[in-house]
T-cell receptor, first 115, second 113 residues
Framework: GDSVTQMEGPVTLSEEAFLTINCTYT??????LFWYVQYPGEGLQLLLK?????DKGSNKGFEATYRKETTSFHLEKGSVQVSDSAVYFC??????????????FGKGTLLTVNP | EPEVTQTPSHQVTQMGQEVILRCVPI?????FYWYRQILGQKVEFLVS????????KSEIFDDQFSVERPDGSNFTLKIRSTKLEDSAMYFC???????????FGQGTRLTVV
């Protein structure tokens, strides 16, 4: 079945540091790939997505490139801020009729950014 | 900005009791979902709902669980005869007719004691 593996946390960085959170997936066919973010006390929010190989999703300074050859979708940001402190989830979705958003999630990575 | 709202934010129930988790999806959305996250584990798909019926469900979603859209605004998850292992964060989500993005609520933390 489908699965997503992301790097274990927690990750602690200083402000303005470079961030990478690794994500790899296993799925048949051509899934869409997502990063969701959960800020403290809030729900899951879509951060970025990519729907086909070599697509790059980007938002709020975060980027991730859909690499089919390595089955990866690593999240990167060049300079993190304290406000980026949150839990980050990698996820995939394969179209399944009327449930295109049946998401398979990774375990989540807690990011803490210190001033 | 429209949002998915879930109530309550935290519910404590005794083992064997029934609970109903409530969600108000975004008003023009047509697809509805429940997910759960047991502490320290992955967020898992439970069920999707469209056109007043279940469109897909996972192995987790057995006869203990049911979903309902009792009126034009609410979407509920009922868990009968709760067990300790049902303790988790339950997330509701909805998406519009284009089904291009799922919007999640802030979750209900269910604790079964």
């Amino acid at each position: 079945g489908d699965s997503v593996t992301q790097m274990e946390g927690p990750v602690t960085l200083s402000e303005e540091a470079f961030l990478t959170i690794n994500c790899t997936y296993t799925a048949t066919g051509y899934p869409s790939l997502f990063w969701y973010v959960q800020y403290p006390g809030e729900g899951l929010q879509l951060l970025l997505k990519a729907t086909k190989a070599d697509d790059k999703g980007s938002n709020k300074g975060f980027e991730a490139t859909y690499r089919k050859e390595t089955t990866s979708f690593h999240l990167e940001k060049g300079s993190v801020q304290v406000s980026d402190s949150a839990v980050y989830f990698c996820a995939l979705s394969r179209s399944s009729g009327g449930s295109n958003y049946k998401l398979t999630f990774g375990k989540g990575t807690l990011l803490t950014v210190n001033p | 900005e429209p949002e998915v709202t879930q109530t309550p934010s935290h519910q404590v129930t005794q083992m064997g009791q029934e609970v109903i988790l409530r969600c108000v999806p975004i008003s023009n959305h047509l697809y509805f979902y429940w997910y759960r996250q047991i502490l320290g584990q992955k967020v898992e798909f439970l069920v999707s709902f469209y056109n007043n019926e279940i469109s897909e469900k996972s192995e987790i979603f057995d006869d203990q669980f049911s979903v309902e859209r009792p009126d034009g605004s609410n979407f509920t998850l009922k868990i009968r005869s709760t067990k300790l292992e049902d303790s988790a964060m339950y997330f509701c989500a909805s998406s519009d007719i284009l089904n291009t993005e799922a919007f999640f609520g802030q979750g209900t933390r269910l604790t079964v004691v």
